[in-house]
């Protein structure tokens, strides 16, 4: 039939209205910006980045590893590494970020930087009352602007944050216990080198008297027996000094 849907839309249209008078629920409308409606879990905006601690700065999860500046399809994501080192939240020693900005202006809101963060430094913010009259310094956000707490991650998302905690805390645990077990190698290697080095020193020192106890390996043998050789050969190849005796010869005639 010909306008089905528009009598059917304006049915609808005339319930909610009617309804609106009787039910809350189908109050759809809310006096904003005195009345604001309730965010779901799963909302996003923009994105910021999640640091642990009290100090943003000691305590920012991001290593400037550059994955989500390479991966952000509109390249609203500009980063700068640090020349120097600190500790991540497994305790090893990380680059961290000396500059990290977000052109808002640019960004889509796609999560593609969330999605390939490994180190899960960047979350999507659920703020949306952004407006400015600069509309270049103004929507050109730095780290510091960018920066909040893992308490406001679990406040906009606490199921997701819940999640990742328990991994990061997995991962440190097990960190932990890796570096405990190299340690241990280590110190054991150690000993066992140390036990060698004594096990070889004992034995030479036990050999040692033995040698010396030996009259046959003494050196004052050794030098008795070189003596006498000589004095063999001498003696040996002394000519002697007595005449021999000569037979007289026979006449074969007389």
């Not at 890796?178 to 280590?186: I, L, T």
Request: one cysteine or more.
């Amino acid at each position: 039939m010909l306008g089905e849907g528009i009598l059917k839309g304006l049915a609808e249209t005339a319930k909610n209205f009617a309804g609106s008078f009787v039910s809350k629920e189908r109050l759809t409308t809310v006096e904003y910006p005195e009345e604001r409606l309730p965010l779901p879990e799963a909302a996003r905006n923009f994105p910021f980045l999640v640091y642990d601690g009290p100090d943003w700065e000691k305590g920012m999860r991001c290593v400037a590893c550059q994955i989500c500046e390479k991966e952000c399809p509109p390249k609203c994501i500009y980063i700068e590494k640090s020349k120097d080192k600190k500790p991540d939240f497994v305790g090893k020693m990380q680059i961290y970020p000396a500059k990290f900005d977000i052109d808002i202006s640019v960004c889509m809101s796609c999560q593609i930087c969330v999605e390939v963060c490994p180190f899960e430094a960047i979350k999507m913010d659920v703020e949306y009352e952004l407006a400015t009259d600069d509309r270049f310094g103004g929507l050109l956000l730095d780290r510091k602007q960018l920066a909040k707490p893992n308490e406001y991650y679990h406040k906009i998302h606490p199921t997701e944050a819940t999640h990742v905690d328990a991994r990061l805390a997995e991962e440190k645990t097990k960190a932990e216990a890796k570096a405990k077990a190299d340690a241990a190698a280590k110190a054991k290697a150690v000993a066992d080198a140390a036990a060698k080095g004594t096990v070889a020193t004992t034995a030479r020192t036990t050999e040692s008297p033995k040698a010396t106890a030996d009259p046959s390996t003494s050196p004052a043998a050794a030098d008795s027996a070189q003596d006498d050789k000589p004095l063999a050969t001498t003696k040996a190849a002394e000519p002697s000094l007595v005449p021999a005796k000569t037979e007289p010869k026979k006449d074969g005639g007389n």
